[in-house]
Nanobody
């Protein structure tokens, strides 16, 4: 079992930056590749980025490249999502997730999920 807890969400203005954190726990949590997703009201949960276990390799959805950065502190079992130049359309609940499949972009490929953290961007 892997437990994931996100934090760092909040209300910001357009153009601001925000860093989300995801704390992973469980005996095998370091064995998993990690990903970030988001879900806006009335929309499907969408993939944002993933990072390989141990760090070093990352992959992003095209629409966040250059604005969002995923990183990992493997020593402390933390995963981050740095979000810059936020827009109102970035408003959503943001989730971190764990998978054994490198490069996974579908929610069905992820085995564990956090409870999510709300990000609201005002115009």
């Amino acid at each position: 079992q892997v437990q994931l807890v996100e934090s760092g969400g909040g209300l910001v203005q357009a153009g601001d930056s925000l860093r989300l954190s995801c704390a992973a726990s469980g005996r095998t949590s370091s064995s998993y590749h990690m990903g970030w997703f988001r879900q806006a009201p009335g929309r499907e949960r969408e993939f944002l980025a993933t990072i390989r276990r141990g760090g070093g390799f990352t992959y992003y959805a095209d629409f966040v490249k250059g604005r969002f950065t995923i990183s990992r502190d493997s020593t402390n079992n933390l995963v981050y999502l740095q979000m810059n130049t936020l827009k109102p359309e970035d408003t959503a609940v943001y989730y971190c997730a764990a998978t054994l499949r490198w490069g996974a972009q579908s929610r069905d490929e992820y085995d564990y999920w956090g409870q999510g953290t709300q990000v609201t961007v005002s115009s």
